[in-house]
């Protein structure tokens, strides 16, 4: 398997709703990412797992709660979001070897806040 | 923190013209350079990477050329198809710091026109 894989595909929540985003891979990756994607704009790096232990958390609000349950799986945990919110987020994984660094992207979530 | 610019913002090309895109990165330790391409509602995919240690890379009919010195990399598409189509990011990272985090340029949005 040489996917990264994330659901759901859409999500629209309202700014009270509890909702998680899932990212999954079997690529025997050590390090994850979540990023947020607004229209036209780059992938803004939101948090780092390495070898399942935040290593980066680049001043995320506490609404957005990331977790990693094993090596596979990164959760995004949303809670009491804006509508300024509303993006794409991307998961993205990498070895954790010297030799090998490069990062390969999930599909994405697309998320709408109303 | 680093900081990547990038041009131009769109490029727009004849079928089988070439295409460059620049960017210039501001952190001297930065040593992994990797490039994006994403299509429209896609993942961004790794089309290509350098690394600091290189000078130069091709792929067919992509290549990606480094100037340590003047802290500035290129991509660089031969005989543009249609299928080229699509925004190209250019990124920065330091690896083997424990800082993998992914500094994105702005995007160049190439259209390539039959």
């Known amino acids: 398997d040489t996917e990264v894989t994330q659901t759901p595909k859409h999500l629209v929540m309202g700014m009270t709703n509890k909702k998680s985003l899932k990212c999954e891979q079997h690529?025997?990756?050590?390090?994850m990412y979540w990023y947020k994607q607004k229209a036209k704009k780059p992938p803004e790096l939101m948090f780092v797992?390495?070898?399942?232990?935040?290593?980066i958390n680049e001043s995320v609000p506490s609404r957005f709660s990331p977790e990693c349950p094993n090596s596979s799986l990164l959760n995004l945990h949303l809670h009491a979001l804006q509508p300024e919110d509303s993006a794409l987020y991307l998961c993205?994984?990498?070895?954790?070897?010297?030799?090998?660094?490069?990062?390969?992207f999930g599909p994405g979530t697309r998320l709408t806040v109303t | 923190g680093e900081n990547v610019e990038q041009h131009p913002s769109t490029l727009s090309v004849q079928e089988g013209d070439s295409a460059v895109i620049k960017c210039t990165y501001s952190?001297?330790?930065?040593?992994?350079f990797p490039w994006y391409k994403q299509e429209l509602g896609k993942r961004p995919q790794l089309i290509i990477d350098?690394?600091?240690?290189?000078g130069e890379k091709k792929d067919q009919r992509i290549a990606v050329t480094l100037n340590k010195t003047a802290k500035h990399f290129s991509l660089h598409i031969t005989e543009t198809q249609p299928e080229d189509s699509a925004v190209y990011f250019c990124?920065?990272?330091?690896?083997?710091?424990?800082?993998?985090?992914?500094?994105f340029g702005s995007g160049t949005r190439l259209q390539v026109q039959p």
């Open positions: 952190d001297s330790a930065s040593n992994y």
């Open positions: 993205a994984s990498s070895q954790e070897l010297v030799s090998s660094y490069e990062q390969y």
């Open positions: 990124a920065a990272s330091k690896e083997g710091t424990g800082r993998r985090a992914l500094t």
């Open positions: 350098i690394r600091s240690n290189v």
């Open positions: 797992y390495s070898y399942e232990k935040l290593s």
């Open positions: 690529m025997g990756h050590r390090a």
